[in-house]
């Protein structure tokens, strides 16, 4: 499963970087948010905008895994 580090990127540079991996098909991906509130949030957004659903990773809360479905 591919993983995409958040670390140091700005909020409004996320979308494009989701965007690039959903439209390569690479999914599932796990997103390294860290622990900020507001990125997690931002990449909830994002995934529901193409469709898709997202979770904590079991045991991590600062990694989210994006998968197809909702």
């Not at 599932?28 to 994002?46: H, L, N």
């Amino acid at each position: 499963m591919k993983e995409i580090d958040l670390h140091g990127v700005r909020h409004r540079d996320v979308y494009k970087i989701l965007e690039k991996h959903y439209m390569n098909g690479d999914i599932p991906f796990e997103v390294i948010t860290g622990k900020s509130p507001t990125m997690k949030k931002i990449v909830v957004q994002i995934a529901l905008a193409f469709g898709l659903k997202t979770r904590e990773k079991l045991g991590n809360s600062g990694r989210l895994i994006v998968s197809e479905g909702r």
